[in-house]
């Protein structure tokens, strides 16, 4: 598979992932919610009922007519209410009294049986073919014409009976209303969430494909830069390789009556083959550098001792290249915590730059001072400096400003990256400023961990 096709098949997989835990997650919060308002909804529908009920139990009891002969009696202290068998007129009754900006006035009925659970009173708007005998159930709903009705029961007890103890029921009060409102209500919710269901899940389509594009950008850089490296590490094996190659077939070819040649091309053998030796090694150390992520190991170092040392190493070199090697190091002893030979090499590397990209008679300065809580180590030559549009690439791996220039120093152009890979290993940086032709500043800054004055 190409990787093109690879990265947007990983995408599209990534993004169809996040789609389904997001719609999953989604969905169900939004049955979540749904239930829970339809069931606020139905516990304040049922304790409007309940109270309602209550109101009027509490005011009807007190009159209630004794059980032998109740129609005439309850005819006369409710005349709102039907009776059955008898004609109905229907009047603002008791019930729409007690319910008046409650609620809708049509929405409640009521209806009065008798203990044995015959039908004694209706409201007039009671449903139509409403079974005539209770069923004592306290919470009922039933359907009526394809109209839904809830409706709640409650024991009535007349004051003449409390006292008689075979039966102190006097009957039941039966409180109904229409579910009406409440099933418009309940189908207005789920119109609103099938018709936001689609529309939030082509939202979480379309962010799904933006969050996967994202999240494979670093993926798809890092590849990049390591499908680059690899290119750029063949390409430079690939080099000393081939003369070295050549120079082996030159040997074999070198006839036996002249040894003092075979000695030349040994010597150069000798010299590709550490040359390729030394590229192996710096790869092998970036990439171990790479990863590590902890600080083990790490131990306090002085870096007036690394850099004097380093002065002294690089002198020699200095002189044979008429380059003056100029230090400024402060009497007190500034330490940092870090591997002791990594920061020789990241030292090592910068000055070497400075003394190969200085011409002769030139200097090169090395100092080490510490600001707030950073040490410092600075590097200034007088050399040929760096073009402002390489200075952003010279810490790149492989990168070398100008081939040609370089190629009488023979470099690989992976010093730098060591250098830098280094001082962020040990949380520390390197900066650099240049000017053509006028030389270079580097300056290495490494957490700073405390001073001996000597
Ligand atoms: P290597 O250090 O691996 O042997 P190199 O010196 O070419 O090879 P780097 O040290 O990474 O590689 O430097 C990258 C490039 O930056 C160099 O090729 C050089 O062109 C430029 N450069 C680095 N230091 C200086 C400097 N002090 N003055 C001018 N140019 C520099
Ligand atoms: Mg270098």
């Known amino acids: 598979m190409k990787t093109s096709q690879l990265f947007r098949h990983s995408r599209l997989r990534l993004a169809v992932w996040y789609t389904l835990v997001m719609g999953v997650i989604l969905s169900l919060s ?5 239930r829970s308002l339809v069931q606020s909804n139905w516990k304040a529908m049922e304790r409007e009922i309940e109270s309602i009920a209550g109101t009027l139990h509490d005011s009807l009891e007190p009159m209630l007519p004794p059980s032998e002969n109740p129609t005439t009696v309850l005819k006369r202290i409710l005349p709102e209410l039907c009776l059955v068998g008898q004609p109905c007129h229907s009047n603002p009754s008791l019930i729409e009294r007690h319910t008046t900006g409650i609620s809708d006035r049509n929405t409640y009925y009521l209806r009065l049986f008798n203990h044995q659970g015959k039908l004694l009173a209706f409201s007039p708007n009671q449903p139509d073919n409403l079974s005539q005998t209770l069923n004592p159930e306290p919470w009922q709903t039933i359907t009526n014409n394809g109209i839904r009705y809830h409706q709640f029961t409650i024991i009535l007890h007349s004051s003449d009976t409390h006292d008689l103890a075979v039966n102190s029921s006097w009957g039941y009060l039966q409180l109904g209303r229409t579910l009406q409102p409440f099933d418009a209500e309940v189908q207005r919710i789920q119109i609103i969430l099938m018709l936001g269901f689609p529309l939030v899940l082509t939202s979480v389509i379309l962010s799904s494909w933006f969050l996967s594009g994202l999240a494979m950008q670093p993926i798809y850089k890092s590849y990049q830069q390591q499908k680059q490296f690899t290119a750029n590490a063949a390409h430079e094996l690939r080099s000393p390789l081939a003369s070295l190659l050549a120079t082996i077939e030159a040997i074999l070819r070198i006839p036996p009556s002249q040894p003092q040649d075979l000695t030349k091309m040994l010597h150069t053998l000798e010299r590709q083959g550490r040359r390729l030796s030394h590229l192996v090694t710096d790869l092998l150390f970036l990439t171990s550098l790479e990863g590590q992520s902890s600080s083990k190991g790490f131990q306090s170092c002085c870096l007036n001792d690394l850099v004097s040392d380093l002065i002294e190493e690089f002198s020699e ?5 008429k380059i003056d090697l100029i230090e400024q190091i402060p009497d007190e002893e500034i330490y940092v915590l870090g591997d002791e030979s990594q920061l020789y090499r ?7 730059n400075g003394i190969q990209y200085t011409p002769k008679k030139g200097q ?4 080490l001072k510490t600001k707030e809580d950073t040490a410092l180590i600075k590097i200034k030559d007088t050399g040929i400096g760096i073009p402002q549009e390489a200075q952003k690439r010279i810490f790149e791996r492989f990168y070398r400003v100008d081939s040609d220039r370089n190629r009488k120093t023979g470099g690989t152009g992976l010093g730098l990256a060591i250098a830098q890979a280094i001082a962020h290993h040990h949380q520390g940086d390197i900066t650099v400023k240049s000017q053509v032709e006028k ?5 290495i800054s490494l957490p700073y961990r405390g001073s001996i004055i000597t």
Request: overall charge neutral.
């Open 30 to 34: 939004g049955l979540g919610i749904y």
């Open 317 to 321: 070199l200095a002189t044979v290249a």
């Open 364 to 367: 090169v300065f090395v100092s």
């Open 346 to 352: 990241l030292v090592s590397n910068v000055i070497a």
């Open 439 to 443: 030389g270079s500043l580097f300056i």
